[in-house]
């Protein structure tokens, strides 16, 4: 949304008044930022349907008022939705911008190469890339990139898929494994975080919707006898039925810890909930 110097300013800046109206601003940007990447994925997805486009190989959407700042997020986002290779557009001064993302297992950079024809400048690598081309080669680009997707994609690749590490139950989570854990750090796109899965969980009583539209999940979970422990599921508000009225479930998450008011207690940072 804004430069990254703001948040450089903010990390030298050693007068303190000074310091908190520059993280003002830089929450502020971030407000701003989450609402514009809400209102753009919904138009995004609109699109789609507009164009019946719902059982194609690819999403390739456009709007030249999107906001450059935010289209790789949307274009995750639209993943999340459809799952398959996605590029968001956007105008970019007389060109045309966009990001792009894949799924696990494609080779996005391939796929881009072989529509090169089309496009200015491009650049990434296996699972996201950017690129830029002339408006007018947008329906010939959007058009060959369809065909090299359906033409080289595997039909199980369009399966989201979510790999797990091992299965634990709650006794297992304890602050000894997060010290453990802490030890495989710094986690990223090499060195993912571990993935795990319990199952025959309850919800405490406690489960319900939280954020704007409810679209996140909280809640406490309990397996037999066991001490409920937090959880917290971003974008699965809608799976709410699938915990209440004492039914059992299984999860799947990686660990977090929840820092709140100087305490700091371990949760579940939620992938996926499957009822018994």
Partial sequence: MEHGRYAVSLLIESDRVKAEEM??????????RRGLDQVITEEALDQIKE??????YTSVVYNDSWHKGVIGIVASRLTETYYRPTLVFTKSG???AASARSVRGFDLYNALE??????????????????????????????????????????????????IDAEI?????????????????????????PVF?????????????????????????????????QAIGFGL?????LVRDNKQFSLVYSLDENHWNGTVSLQLK???IRQA
């Fill in 23 to 32: 993280a003002a601003a830089i929450e502020q940007f971030n407000t701003d």
């Fill in 51 to 56: 164009n019946k486009e719902e059982e194609r």
């Fill in 94 to 96: 007389d060109k045309l």
């Fill in 114 to 163: 072989a529509c090169k024809e089309s496009l200015e400048q491009f650049g990434g690598h296996k699972y996201a890339a950017g690129l830029t081309m002339r408006e007018s080669q947008y329906e010939e680009f959007k058009a060959r990139f369809e065909d090299v997707v359906s033409e080289t994609i595997s039909p199980e690749l369009l399966n989201p898929e979510i790999r």
């Fill in 169 to 193: 139950s709650l006794a297992d989570i304890t602050p000894k494994l997060m010290r453990i854990l802490r030890q495989f750090e710094p986690f990223g796109p090499g060195n993912m975080k």
């Fill in 197 to 229: 899965l319990t199952q025959q969980l309850c919800d405490s009583g406690y489960a319900k919707g939280v954020g704007e539209g409810d679209k996140h999940l909280k809640m406490a979970v309990v397996q037999g006898n066991s001490n409920p422990i």
């Fill in 237 to 241: 508000g809608n799976k709410l039925s």
């Fill in 270 to 272: 939620l992938k996926d």
